[in-house]
């Protein structure tokens, strides 16, 4: 069974970057992968998923500008670079992982997900 853990959250000012990385305890082959947050009092939110495989990847037009997914096949490692980041990035930010190929941007198909890592954006 695939676990997943993020790390790199924490507090920074609006306006600076913040990168976060997923481990994973076993290849994420076979998997597309996937980071989401969620606000309190909102529901879960897509950000972006990439293929483990070709490297492909796609973007919620929210974070599509400022925000950018890749991965390190070799370390089995998920990150997610985030720059210029908002007070309304608040959030809970959650890897996930599944093996669908299909509707990649509901949080409802990813069978794997971390705990999640807080990121809190001050004004």
């Known amino acids: 069974q695939l676990q997943l853990v993020e790390s790199g959250g924490g507090l920074v000012e609006a306006g600076g970057s913040l990168r976060l990385s997923c481990g994973a305890s076993?290849?994420?082959?076979?998997?597309?992968a996937a980071w989401f947050r969620q606000a309190p009092g909102k529901e879960r939110e897509f950000l972006a998923v990439?293929?483990?495989?070709?490297?492909?990847?796609y973007k919620a037009d929210s974070v599509k500008s400022r925000f950018f997914i890749s991965r390190d096949k070799d370390n089995n490692a998920l990150y997610l670079q985030m720059n210029r980041l908002k007070e309304e990035d608040t959030a809970v930010y959650y890897c996930?992982?599944?093996?669908?190929?299909?509707?990649?941007?509901?949080?409802?198909?990813?069978?794997?997900w971390g705990p999640g890592t807080q990121v809190t954006v001050s004004a």
């Open positions: 996930a992982a599944t093996k669908s190929t299909d509707r990649l941007t509901t949080s409802q198909i990813y069978s794997t």
């Open positions: 076993d290849t994420f082959n076979y998997y597309a």
């Open positions: 990439i293929s483990w495989s070709s490297g492909a990847y």
